[in-house]
């Protein structure tokens, strides 16, 4: 790719994005669209319109509020796990800037003024990018000291801020968990592999004896759990009902204000699809339909729970300090029974990964791991081919008729700048729900813990196939014959490869940017999507605000996209520092963007206190020992002398990682006793913390079982909002 | 070494063992020598002659009193860990007897029948012993097939009997700790890196309030750690007087019985030693020094108390299950502050190692690691020339004046036959205190604790200077040029040289337990230093009660040296199937040797409840995956096409450690609930418990601190014995 299409493509973006941030300052100060540009604050109760007051005109207001915002906003409207992920992008900024600071007026000077070489560059020509980097500067030449410095430079700003920032994320967990409210989960524990009960015992009755003697003073009650799919099938079924009896009547209410005051009853048929069949009146078979089902689900709710007791409960405790106390303590001498752990949010947990017992989820996860790790080698090869392919002189050659096309001046040029990173972005949409289902296939059972481990296995998957396998993908072709003779050659391969590389990632992060954020902001699709079905499908108020949910930040494919950006903007920062300003602006504009996402539309769909920056911090720091490896092997392949002068960096950067781990790391595993040792202001209403575990097909009918044993309030889901 | 010598080594050895045990019949019915023979029995108050009534005369009464005892009678005379060491000396007899059932029916006709091969053997001839190994089997023999399955036989038998074994320990250690008695240990937990005070607090209220917080209604008291240095060493020079101030009013009283009604006073002179300096009257100078100290000692005390508290602090609780629990909890979101362990027993407090702080502590482990490293492989270079050089025929060249006595037949086969392996016997000696010293300077405060990791650096520095370093020594001088060549050499290597050595080992096993054990059960040395003692040096009751004090059995040194011989039967068993019976002897006579050394004699130092288990079945596993690693490397020497079909093994055996470490670990790391949550019988006395922590130095005077707020019994050392 040369200069020019580079400009094209970065001009082209940036259009893009002022086009749809003028969309999204015209769009969402219309009365109508205030469902989807403010939808969190509705949902808090909240005035949607309150800072029109201030800067009725301006477009870039969204932009001073975002930057006015506080931490505290962040945490009140959206909650920790947010906050979190602003450090995270704080920090990102960070380092970038820091880094820049030295990097450009240091090195691209140093790089600009070298007499240069030619052949080390991939396209056998210079273009005026090339000549700012570090691949410019000739063979062992005393210049590449200041790359050496700007490697360390960069090392040392990561470790600082990382460091303040895993302070600064641990002190945001400890003031959430610390604070004086009833969450239920603070008084529950999950435990699991519940060994079978002696004869002549109920499960109920073992759980109980057990943690009552252990718990005398603050143990409240158990929930065992029970296999509820039948359950579950039939409670969805009449909920379905219900939905199409609301949607039917709304329809029979707005029939009778026309011409026809008795209004037309709405009719289906029973058949197939709603298209074969009896005719018949809607409202009353729903309403038929829902009798017949009701007894059907009271007595399957007591055959559940009476017979379908499986190997797991939740326990409650009138004291958090005792919840979190006993999730860290071993219950019984041999690790596989009775593993007591925190409790996540009531509608996080995975109810079905609850009894898998300790010899399954241990298998299952070895399993899950070598079906990613061939995930992630085997789709190296698509990969190579599509970055090899989608080059418009490979695309004219084995697509002649498209020659015609690729002949306008401007369309090659567009097309030059947009065919590869297409490819790549569409490639990766696919993955990310394969990779959750394969982590709840493990037997985690918590929704966010889930996520994590998908987000890993996204990260590893993306660094390894897009950043390694289109960089090394692409000099693959030419070089093939030399790898079969030896495979040593693979490092110098991939430091060689690297420069040519960079103005491909260039394109790649400011599309990434510019068309991402542009999207995330004006929320051009869910607009659209609202619009149409309020108009042609919703009937009833409950469907109309299923239509305008907003939806969660998506941390599980979220983060490792910007990881990627990360590690390749880091891995390029000292080889081609004009990456790096392109790094600032997508992490700042994300930044900006995300927090009036945050603020205004985003609502979180769970809460796990920030449990996901360890994660975060494992990649960041995966991928500064990936960028110091990179520079290892590229001095090498720049036959400097003092190469070895890097050697320390990445056991620095172990040192580091384990100072750290064991530091803070504890925390996000165990709740620390001094952040729970206070109780909570009011005494919790334990009842109400205990039918906020229900699950929803069990607790919507009157109770009559012996679970059941007093008649509190049937408030079973919305408890978990406390 | 011919087979000629081989067989006198063990006659010899043999003839010193009957010797010494006829020696021990005889000495052990002395009246005058029951403090020697039975000192476990009489320090409890035992009759040590119970079991004459039965047996009288019978020389061999002390072998049915040790088969007929009860594993309960070795945990009541002489604690957990001393049943624990039995479990492991029967796993090895265990192991090694069900091996020996198939492998020595079945490998010593296949090897012995074999037409054979020379060539293979490291002496270039054969002898007796060859013939039965399985280097006399020809290359690419179908023969070798029975030696594929000899090493899944031996690996097999051992998992099976090592997981029993796991679980028994496992039930031995949960039974001691449910046990309704009062232990101070389990009353209590240690707290170390306290943060610094706040302003306007004591360190001690800083530590109650924190605790108090936690754990309102079972928080007893906290004993804050001092800095005893100076304490100590007042304390150290009274007791010093005292004793000898008792020795001398010994002396003044036996010089009254004689011609001298009056008596004579003793005298010593005050300067170097007692030998310069005024002539003066010993009681009156000892009466006076102690005088002059105790103020001292009391405002030392004072001072010490009050200002010299540091960083770390003893909790004690009312409650084992709330101790139990708090060990296990995380109190602080930082680790590196208010980290809370288990207490060990008081008597195995290291103090001075408390106050380490989190990054000292740590720093040290890995400057001891890396000296330890250091030092297992600038050993390795010493014991490889001993053992070369201490071959007779080596020996001649290089000291001719040796020749004449050299040529004496008898003389000759004798020193052939002991001193390479008396060299590595004394050798080894010298190694344990300073494994110890270096443990302890890791900062582990439990000396049980310290004991198992100078115990785990010694089997380390064993397995790989005496069994891979004498192996490979030997071979290593002729061969020295060729590994220069190509290192990876090494592996053949070892596995060329190992059946050259058998014999070597043999002699070393058999030496090790005859000589070893005989010297063990005849308790000569101890009865010789005894005698000597009491007419020479003893006066006073508790100078003769420390002469005869019996020692414990020392698993520091003993445990290594044991694993140490289990390796290398492990290792040989299938190459030289005639170890094995060698290994049972050793193992078994051990069992019955030390079982009544157990009842009788040995009085363990202290009790961590089966905590050296884990360590021992660690290296059981190690040794087991060096004779898988050294089976494949032989039966690749021996050129057998289907060497493959050994790698399952070591990929299995990791696999089984993994699944035992899983299921059974934990419990030997943290005390499960379960096992605690029955209250003790009596009501605990906490005072009793507190003093029974406080170092001897701070506990013998009146207290006037506050730390000492309640003038409860003085009894605090005495305590620890509950």
């Known amino acids: 790719m040369d200069f020019n299409s580079f400009l094209t493509s970065l001009g082209t973006s940036f259009a893009i994005f002022v086009v749809l941030m003028l969309l999204f300052t015209w769009l969402s100060r219309k009365q109508g669209n205030a469902v989807v540009y403010y939808p969190n604050r509705i949902l808090k109760g909240m005035d949607p319109w309150e800072e029109r007051r201030s800067g009725e005109r301006n477009p870039v207001a969204w932009i001073q509020e975002a930057i006015s915002s506080s931490e505290q906003d962040v945490v009140t409207m959206s909650g920790v796990d947010t906050a979190v992920y602003f ?10 800037v820091l880094a820049s600071l030295v990097l450009l007026p240091l090195l691209l000077p140093v790089a600009a003024s070298d007499p240069g070489e030619s052949g080390t560059n991939s396209n056998g020509a210079f273009n005026e990018l090339d000549r700012l980097a570090m691949g410019h500067v000739q063979q062992r030449s005393q210049r590449l000291w200041a790359f050496v410095f700007a490697t360390y430079w960069v090392s040392i700003v990561t470790y600082y801020l990382l460091w303040n920032a895993y302070k600064h994320v641990s002190d945001l967990r400890a003031a959430a968990l610390v604070a004086p409210v009833v969450r239920p989960q603070q008084f529950a524990v999950v435990v699991r592999d519940i060994p079978t009960p002696p004869e002549g015992q109920s499960r109920k009755e073992q759980v109980d004896t057990f943690f009552r003697e252990i718990y005398p003073d603050t143990f409240y009650k158990s929930l065992v759990v029970t296999n509820n799919k039948q359950v579950d099938k039939i409670w969805q079924e009449i909920e379905g009902y219900r939905k199409k009896l609301s949607h039917a009547e709304a329809v029979y209410v707005k029939s009778k204000t026309g011409s026809n005051p008795a209004g037309t009853r709405p009719t289906c048929r029973t058949g197939f699809l709603g298209l074969l069949g009896d005719k018949v009146d809607t409202i009353d078979y729903y309403h038929e339909k829902i009798n017949e089902l009701i007894p059907k689900l009271k007595a399957e709710q007591k055959v559940t729970l009476r017979e379908k007791q499986q190997s797991s409960a939740l326990i409650f405790f009138s ?91 401007v369309l090659r040029t567009v097309l030059e700048a947009y065919l590869p990173q297409l490819a790549l972005i569409i490639f990766l949409a696919l993955l990310p729900k394969f990779l959750f289902f394969l982590s709840v296939t493990e037997g985690i059972f918590s929704e966010s813990h889930a996520i994590r481990a998908a987000s890993g296995k ?117 080889i081609a520092p004009v990456i790096i300003p392109f790094g600032v602006v997508y992490f700042g504009l994300g930044w900006l963007v995300l927090r009036n996402q945050a603020l205004k539309v985003l609502v979180p769909s769970y809460e796990s206190y920030g449990n996901f920056w360890p994660h975060i911090y494992t990649r960041i720091m995966a991928a500064l020992i990936l960028f110091q490896l990179t520079m290892f092997g590229y001095f090498g392949v720049k036959q400097f002398y ?15 990682a384990y100072i750290c781990k064991q530091r803070f790391y504890q925390f996000f595993h165990d709740t620390a006793l001094e952040v729970v040792r206070h109780e909570v202001k009011e005494i919790p209403n334990m009842e109400h913390v205990y039918r906020s575990f229900l699950p929803p097909s069990l607790a919507t009918e009157k109770p009559d079982d012996d679970q059941f044993d007093d008649a509190a309030s049937q408030g079973s889901k919305s408890g978990s909002a406390v």
């Not at 450090?87 to 970038?96: K, S, Y």
């Not at 690297?498 to 991402?516: D, E, I, M, S």
């Not at 070895?644 to 040192?655: D, K, R």
């Open 642 to 656: 003092y190469t070895a002068i890097l050697v320390p960096l990445p056991i620095l950067s172990l040192i580091f």
């Open 319 to 409: 004291s958090r300090l005792t919840a979190a106390s006993a999730a860290q303590n071993l219950h019984s001498r041999m690790v596989d029974t009775w593993s007591v752990v925190d409790a996540p949010e009531p509608c996080q947990i995975i109810w079905s990964n609850l009894p898998k017992n300790f010899y399954e989820r241990h298998i299952r996860q070895y399993v899950v791991y070598f079906i990613v790790f061939l995930t992630i080698v085997f789709y190296m090869i698509p990969i190579g081919f599509v970055s090899a392919f989608t080059t418009l002189s490979n695309l004219m050659k084995l697509l002649p008729f498209i020659k015609p096309i690729v002949k306008e001046k």
């Open 87 to 96: 450090v995270f992008l704080g920090t990102a900024v960070g380092i970038l």
């Open 458 to 574: 996204y990260f590893y998957f993306s660094v390894l196939n897009v950043f390694i396998g289109v960089t090394v993908g692409g000099t693959l072709f030419s070089t093939f014959k030399t790898i079969e003779k030896d495979p040593n050659i693979i490092v110098p391969l991939l430091a060689n490869s690297l420069p040519g590389n960079a103005t491909f990632f260039l394109t790649y992060v400011a599309l990434k940017f510019f068309v991402g954020y542009g999207l995330e902001l004006s929320r051009m699709v869910p607009l659209i999507i609202y619009h149409l079905k309020r108009k042609y499908v919703c009937k009833t108020e409950a469907e109309l605000k299923e239509a305008w949910a907003p939806g969660d930040l998506g941390y599980g494919t979220r983060i490792p996209a910007d990881m990627l950006i990360l590690t390749i903007v880091l891995c390029y920062s000292v």
